[in-house]
C-alpha cells in the first residue's frame, strides 16, 4: 500500500492545530533570530505570542484552517482567510522538518486554493521573509507572481499574489 498524503480541514483551535501553531512559530521565530541576533526565541515570547495569535481568523465563515497528514499522521498546516469578497490571503503554510521532501507541500498549497475558490476569492495573495527561501521557491515554482507589498506586516519582505482560475464541473 501506497502512503498518500491527504488535506481537510481542522478546527483553528484543536489539539492537532495547536500543537502544529507552535512548531510553525517556533521554527521560523528561531530562524530569525538566529540569523539577526544569533540566538533562538527566547521562552517568555516565545509562549507570549503562540498564545497571542490564536488563528481565530482561520475559523469559519471567513476562514478555513487546513491540516496535511501522511499515512494519517498531521504533519502540516495551511490557513486561508478572505481579506475581501474576492482575494483570499494564505497563512501559516508549514510541514514539519521531517515532512519536507515527501511531496506534501504542493498539494497542501492546491488545497488552499481550492478553499479559497470555494470562499468566492477569484486571486490569492501571501507575504513572507527574506530567510524563508524555501518558501519563496515553492510560490514560484506554484505559480505564485512577486508584486508589490499588499500589507504592511512586520517581518515581510516579499509579497505574492496568484489569480485563482475558475473551474466548471457538470
Given amino acids: 500500500m501506497t502512503t498518500v498524503w491527504s488535506v481537510t480541514a481542522e478546527p483553528h483551535d484543536s489539539p492537532v492545530a495547536?500543537?502544529?501553531w507552535r512548531a510553525y512559530y517556533t521554527e521560523v521565530s528561531d530562524r530569525w533570530y538566529l540569523l539577526h541576533e544569533g540566538h533562538v526565541t527566547e521562552p517568555d515570547e516565545l509562549e507570549r505570542e503562540v498564545t497571542a495569535d490564536t488563528g481565530e481568523y482561520l475559523a469559519p465563515p471567513g476562514?478555513?484552517?487546513?491540516?496535511?497528514?501522511?499515512?494519517?499522521?498531521?504533519?502540516?498546516?495551511?490557513?486561508?482567510?478572505?481579506?475581501?469578497?474576492?482575494t483570499a490571503e494564505l497563512k501559516r503554510v508549514f510541514l514539519l522538518k521531517e515532512a519536507r521532501g515527501r511531496g506534501g507541500a504542493a498539494p497542501l498549497v492546491t488545497a488552499a486554493e481550492d478553499t479559497a475558490r470555494a470562499l468566492g476569492a477569484g486571486r490569492i495573495v501571501l507575504d513572507t521573509r527574506d530567510d524563508l527561501?524555501?518558501?519563496?521557491?515553492?510560490?514560484a515554482?506554484?505559480?505564485?507572481?512577486?508584486?508589490?507589498?499588499?500589507?504592511?506586516?512586520?517581518?515581510?519582505?516579499?509579497?505574492?499574489?496568484?489569480?485563482?482560475?475558475?473551474?466548471w464541473e457538470p
Fill in 63 to 86: 476562514g478555513v484552517l487546513l491540516v496535511a497528514r501522511y499515512g494519517g499522521e498531521p504533519l502540516g498546516t495551511a490557513g486561508v482567510r478572505l481579506l475581501d469578497a474576492t
Fill in 18 to 20: 495547536a500543537a502544529l
Fill in 133 to 139: 527561501v524555501e518558501a519563496r521557491a515553492l510560490y
Fill in 141 to 167: 515554482r506554484l505559480g505564485y507572481e512577486e508584486t508589490a507589498p499588499h500589507n504592511d506586516a512586520a517581518y515581510a519582505d516579499h509579497w505574492f499574489t496568484k489569480k485563482l482560475a475558475w473551474t
